[in-house]
């Protein structure tokens, strides 16, 4: 694998590592250091992470996505030599800032990623979605077959962000308590949120659109976020940067990565 491939493929596991934790962690208290130590490979452990409150079909649901990211971790690492997990900000603290700045303003409560299923839900519809579009965006600059297929395979996978969009868009009109804005709402405001950080022009959309950027210029809901012709939107790993730092500069950490990434 030439080395530009691998360093496309190494920086998923940035992404990886945070979803495997954030879902491991809401769905059964405990992350990587329990779960599957050798791959946390004695890196520090994430930041203000903890179970969440969810009913028995999220739970399952989310539970299946922390060991499908897990599985996502051991295909990279077999592949290449990888690197060990990076410092993570799962806290709160860290979500509801992302929330107060899709809003223009401190939500109040201050929102709590961990409160209950929808809050639960909206937190995670901030997380696989940036990493998928890395993935669409790493596919034509790959090089060799090995890399490809990995990328192909993940990718494929790395999905789980269409079954966040349908669990949402059946409640999309449901109030989230106690802000009084619908579900669809708080999609609508995140994914313009990335749309800012990332700097490119619009590859993310909520779960609501004006009809005439609707599919087939026809229809509002949007269940499949996709472009003019319904195909995946792509990112560079410098615009992901952008929206997980959560400060619109890849040179500048924070957000989820307080030290930054590999």
Same mark, same amino acid.
């Given at each position: ?7 496309? #493929?190494?920086?998923?596991?940035? !992404?990886?590592?945070?979803? *495997?934790?954030?879902?491991?962690? $809401?769905? +059964? =208290? ?105 993935? #669409?965006?790493?596919?034509?600059? !790959?090089?060799?077959?090995? *890399?490809?297929?990995?990328?192909? $395979?993940? +990718? =494929? ?106």
């Amino acid at each position: 694998m030439p080395k530009s491939d691998v360093d496309l #493929v190494e920086f998923p596991l940035n !992404l990886d590592y945070l979803e *495997a934790e954030f879902f491991l962690w $809401g769905s +059964l =208290g405990y992350g990587l250091d329990k779960f599957a130590p050798e791959l946390a490979d004695s890196g520090p452990p994430p930041i203000g992470a903890q179970i969440a409150k969810l009913s028995s079909l999220k739970r399952d649901v989310i539970t299946q996505f922390g060991f499908q990211e897990v599985r996502h971790l051991r295909a990279i690492n077999d592949t290449i030599t990888g690197f060990l997990r990076l410092l993570l900000n799962l806290s709160r603290e860290s979500f509801a800032t992302v929330m107060d700045d899709a809003f223009g303003h401190p939500l109040k409560p201050p929102f709590d990623a961990y409160a209950n299923d929808i809050n639960y839900l909206l937190a995670s519809y901030v997380i696989p979605y940036v990493g998928m579009t890395g993935y #669409v965006g790493d596919n034509p600059k !790959l090089q060799s077959s090995t *890399a490809k297929r990995l990328v192909v $395979g993940l +990718l =494929g996978v790395e999905c789980q962000d269409v079954v966040l969009r349908a669990l949402l868009y059946e409640q999309g009109k449901d109030m989230v308590e106690p802000y009084e804005i619908t579900v669809a709402e708080f999609t609508n405001r995140i994914s313009k949120l990335r749309n800012k950080l990332g700097r490119h022009g619009i590859k993310d959309k909520g779960l609501n659109v004006k009809s005439k950027v609707g599919v087939e210029g026809r229809i509002r809901g949007n269940v499949l976020a996709g472009d003019k012709y319904s195909m995946a939107f792509n990112r560079t790993p410098k615009e992901i940067l952008r929206i997980v730092y959560e400060s619109g500069q890849e040179n500048k950490p924070g957000g989820f990565y307080p030290k930054g990434v590999e």
